[in-house]
């Protein structure tokens, strides 16, 4: 039973265009929500964070939305960059644990010159 | 600093073989844990630690051991390797204040079972 749903495998956008990459939890438990990048053979890195208290979190590029009625979180990055082509990983954990994360399976975003 | 190291970077075992990932972290961080990564999968926690001396399983224990003797180290011990623990293994380190969240992963390390 998949706790953390990232149902698009795939997202291609163009340089400068908005990328948003969606997830879905069922768990009301969780209350603390992450998103990940990584690039092939190697570790994940940490994006951006947000709280369940929080219904946006802004940083740089990158704003992380939260709705916690419809257990939805979505990731905006803009302007896209062909360097942002990665895999994202959507996470989530109760209690602020951030040792202790279930991962969605991933969107692989691309980028396009 | 270096991070989150992780040794070997990559490793083939044969059925029944036991072998210990290790990993190591100078940040002084004092919760870390093991994930393992199959293709087409999200990661997935195996154990975990909140300090040393204290560890406690994940989703995914079964075949695996840990130990933290000190606040820099925490290697997860396969015991009998099975084709089912080909995957990519994944330590991280990991630090939070409430106000700040902070938490690195090392580079992996590639483990086939043949």
């Known amino acids: 039973d998949q706790q953390v749903k990232q149902n698009s495998p795939s997202l291609s956008v163009q340089e400068g265009r908005i990328s948003i990459l969606n997830c879905d939890y069922t768990n009301s438990m969780f209350d603390y929500f992450l998103w990940y990048k990584k690039y092939p053979a190697e570790g994940p890195t940490f994006l951006i964070s947000?709280?369940?208290?929080?219904d946006k979190n802004e940083d740089g590029r990158f704003t992380v939305f939260l709705n916690k009625s419809a257990k939805h979180l979505s990731l905006h990055i803009v302007p896209s960059q062909p360097g942002d082509s990665a895999v994202y990983f959507c996470?989530?954990?109760?209690?602020?644990?951030?040792?202790?994360?279930?991962f969605g399976k991933g969107t692989l975003l691309t980028v396009n010159p | 600093n270096a991070g989150v190291t992780q040794t070997p970077k990559f490793q083939v075992l044969k059925t029944g073989q036991s072998m210990t990932l290790q990993c190591a972290q100078d940040m002084n961080h004092e919760y870390m844990s093991w994930y393992r990564q199959d293709p087409g999968m999200g990661l997935r926690l195996i154990h975990y630690s909140v300090g040393a001396g204290i560890t406690d399983q994940g989703e995914v224990p079964n075949g695996y051991n840990v130990s933290r003797s000190t606040t820099e180290d925490f290697p997860l011990r396969l015991l009998s390797a099975a084709p089912s623990q080909t995957s990519v293994y994944f330590c991280a380190s990991s630090y939070w204040t409430g106000g700040k969240n902070e938490q690195f992963f090392g580079p992996g390390t590639r483990l086939t079972v043949l």
């Open positions: 996470a989530a954990t109760s209690g602020g644990s951030n040792y202790k994360l279930t």
């Open positions: 947000i709280s369940s208290i929080k």
